[in-house]
């Protein structure tokens, strides 16, 4: 009977996922209510993690709940620490969960809500989710070893060296094109530039608060800096109206631009206690609380999706970035669906805190669930908003024109509806100059995000929740910035450590100094040219971005692939051979693209080549011949760039087929680095009998 | 109910890491405790001489260990996207 009334439920869950998805999919009409995306997603989930996640883990990894965990055996009080599981669960979502799921949807959006939804959740339980779990289970049963270790001690050196390259290069292009949304964010607002800039001090308040006054109470600092974060925000929109205050916090991209290179650089310098862990603390809080409050409000609210299921930009005409729908939904989608970077705090820091085996589904399956799900309300929060108004916030400039009759025109000649006063107004309401071409993703976001919170918490607060919105995005945002440019100043001293051991003291300030300087060097020049580029920037980098996520990603899934055939499990290895051959297709035919299409808007060299005969004919304007032979630089930059993350790609995968091939001919190998059985006291019942 | 909202406390402080002191001085005593039982057990002279340097460390003050548990928590790959 209890089985019958399980098969029951479960039923239930397909037929309902079914209809969801089938509603999603076939609605062809005006809107669509989001209440669909969310049952087709929570269905989606709940069949993946209780029937594909738990055969993998019973039968594919041979899961032992007896096994004692590198937390059990190494435990040390500090970093080795055997954890509740939810606590490892809420470590885990925290460090994995960045801006990435928010800003990739909301740009793939421009090819309608259907092919990104569909790729958030399929991408997720077969791909992402999957990759995060045997991660996390391999380094589990390696001593908690990085990924990096992993690929050099069962592939080969090769695969090490790749991984930390690869690790690195993503890093710096990550950092730019985050930065760039943060710009986009603070351009010409003082609202919200002046809320974002409260930020540091507030997160050095917090800091000392930690330190000095009451030391490790970190739950006491963070209530207090929240509510400072909460009065910043406010605050915002009183110097905004303030005539002689707002000047202060009124700049262009460019200067705003030096602004985070400055800091970037500050943040890499400074102590953590002082401004990068004080503000991690908050903008945890703040993610986890916002990214709630906007669950409930969906829920509550109900919100009607405007956006088409497919748009005409399918066929690569796509205002907000160049390219088709294959492959580049998949590479602009990125982190909500499958990220690399995930593999590396599934390696090496989750599994530290891991006391059973049998949490490894729900940490490293059921936390990427979750980050997709995060994926699936910024792809609502862009898709309620009138096709129209998306395109008029996020189309650059540059493909649109300045003017907002010009960019009006041009947005209704592709048969969605806006006005020049539906976009004033919008903009006033949301306490803002204007919202033509504010790229990047976070504007818009913030725009779906307060229209949401409105209707469902009161519309007199439009203009609050706008900027709350902002800050939200931009506190984590600029964690990221500042831990991203630590761990590069890291791996960058641990290198030219090699050449000249001075320099791999991490401790050493002239070291410090060199090697901050030339990581923020490294994503400040991204960065600048982002802001010159008068199409936005965003359409160069974020591509850039994903194809190198994605790369990494198949660097995981290939170490994953190899251990699973040299522990003799052949017949399973496709759980992550196929989401690999997947990869490798969209990250290659993406990377062709991007270097040798004749579309100026896709092609990287087809583009330099342009502006270099434009240039040359002398038809460019002025101000866009001045910067135009360091835009033909940075295309040229950017063709060889991907170049080299599609060649460290393949390198990798021969490596990985050659020890395929070497097992299946049963030729030696590395040995399997597994650490030996050794019985968990944790487990009560099965130990002592 | 009331025991639900202590566990759910207790939660929320580990995962912030509010009780991070408490866990390792309670870990610190634990150490402490099992190389008393050592103490009697038969055991070669070196291993007496490591014990008896372990024990004569005091554990770390609350500043003392929120620095170095902060500059831990900090070096590697702690965030991504």
Known sequence: MHKNIKTIIWLSVVILGVAAISAIALNRGESISALWFIAAAACVYAIAYRFYAAWIAATVLSIDETRATPAERLDNGRDFIPTNKWVVFGHHFAAIAGPGPLVGPTLAAQFGYLPGTLWILVGAVLGGAVQDMVTLFFSTRRNARSLGQMARDEIGPIGGAAALIGTFLIMIILIAVLGLVVVNAMKRSPWATSTIAATIPIAMIIGFYMRNFRPGRVLEASALGVILLLLAVVGGGWIDHNESLRTMFDHEGLTLAWMIIAYGFAAAVMPVWLLLAPRDYLSTFVKLGTVTLLAIAIIILQPHVHMPAFTQFTDGTGPIFGGKLFPFVFITIACGAISGFHALIASGTTPKLLSNERDIRLIGYGAMLLESFVAIMAMIAATVLEPGVFFAVNSPAGVVGKEAVDAIAKINSWGFAVTVEQMNQLAKDMGESSLFARTGGAPSLAVGMASIFGNAFGKSMLALWYHFAIMFEAIFILTTLDAGTRVGRFMLQDMLGNIWPKIGQTSWMPSVIFTSGLVVAGWGYFLYIGVIDPNGGVNILWPLFGIANQMLAAIALCVATGILVKSGKLKYAWITGLPLVWLVIITSTAAWQKIFSDDIRVGFLAAANDLATKLASGVLPPDKAAVAPHLIFNQQLDAYLTMFFVAVLWVVILDTSRVIVRYLAGKPLLPLTEVAHEPSRLVEDWVRD | ?81
């Open chain 2, 1 to 81: 109910m009331f025991n639900k909202l202590k566990v759910l406390w207790q939660n929320i402080r580990r995962l912030s890491g509010d009780d991070a002191y408490e866990q390792y001085l309670q870990h610190y005593l634990q150490h402490q405790t099992e190389l008393a039982e050592l103490k009697h057990a038969d055991l070669e002279a070196a291993d007496m001489e490591n014990i008896a340097l372990e024990k004569s460390e005091p554990p770390l003050s609350r500043e003392a260990f929120f620095k170095e548990w902060q500059n831990k928590k900090w070096t590697g790959i702690k965030r991504c996207c």
